[in-house]
């Protein structure tokens, strides 16, 4: 099929690259003409492993290709709006304007027969207004919404083998033609019994939002009880395990540290708190707010632990942050726990070093004032105390004696409670963790 995608950033790039990848022909839009360059020369504006292999590929066999004219998605039958819906400033609603323009720019280029498709992350009822448009304008074309469930540093294998498919459309016989359509363009994962689900708009909508508050609401509860085991003197880890074996529970997503970040959780948890308000349901979801709240507390312990651990101040001392990006596998830096915890020690007068395999330059960009280096080692050459906040296997699998030898004081706190506790202790470390004793 030929598909456009409208926005090349995280969600449009991948996307349009899996597609093509897939076997149609993709052209990706975007206004910012740098991102569109480093595109078409089958490069990343992000890292996200695997991604530059399939826009290497996919643009050398002519299947895929980037352009800042809109004029270029003429020609084709299904078309992505892959926008950013940021939170916006100053509230907690999200930013509809992407999306809004993604569908104006769309409009003048669209058939009778096309079929357009929305990914991005939005509050319930919008797909409706956006429907409702669709039909003042009367271009004939068609509208779904095919919420999107990727995960950063798995992103071209949640695209091209998702765990589900959801399609939300119109009833009667319009959106029977428009689940045909995305038939098409997900042959190849319902050719491999993807599990999928037809829809209306507003459950499509809510499915992602929903999907995103209970995984939220997953990890702060955890991290509620590794409050609790503080306090008591229990291992919150240890307590995980314990619960995890219940079928019911399961054992994903309940790692006490420092909490959640990036570009799709917090901010998707706060917008679906806005909408909720909005539709006269605010109690409904009122708990999210302490999900929230509790996310942002552990990143205010972990600051705790670092002054606790060095007597009381953490002024002149240097500290080593391990990890910036909200996750390993990513270069993101959006909303990022790590990120939050270096700035926070800076401002306490804590000589910061910070590292990361991918997010040291977007780290640079939003706070120029911290210390890095690239090298891990000399990351740790002479620190007061090591702070590992984003989980790479890299500091995962580091070797406490050797590093003992590059520190001034064996002091690690494990912001992701992902160290073995005893086998840096037997080699003259203090190890503390989140809610370990």
Known sequence: MRISVIGCGYLGAVTAACLAQLGHEVVGVDVDAAKIELLAGARAPFFEPGLDEILGSATQTGRLRFSTDIADVEGAAVHVIAVGTPQRKGENAADLSYVDAALEALLPHLGPDDLVVGKSTVPVGTAARLAARLDEAGCGATLAWNPEFLREGYAVRDTISPDRLVYGVAAGEEGVR????????FAEALAHDTPLIVTDYATAELVKVSANAFLATK?????????IAEAAGADVTALADAIGHDTRIGRRFLNAGIGFGGGCLPKD???????????????SIAFLKEVDKINLRRRERMVEMVVESLGGTVYQKKVTVLGLAFKPESDDVRDSPALDVAVRLNGLGAHVVATDPAAIPNSIRLHPQLGFATDTRDALRGADAVVLVTEWAQYRSLDPVEVGQLVRDRLILDGRNVLDPQTWRQAGWTYRGMGRP
């Open 178 to 185: 428009a689940a045909k359509l995305l038939d098409e363009v």
């Open 219 to 227: 990890i702060s509860f955890i991290n509620a009880m590794a409050e």
């Open 269 to 283: 948890i706060r917008a679906f708190t806005a909408r909720a308000e909005e539709l006269g349901r605010g109690e």
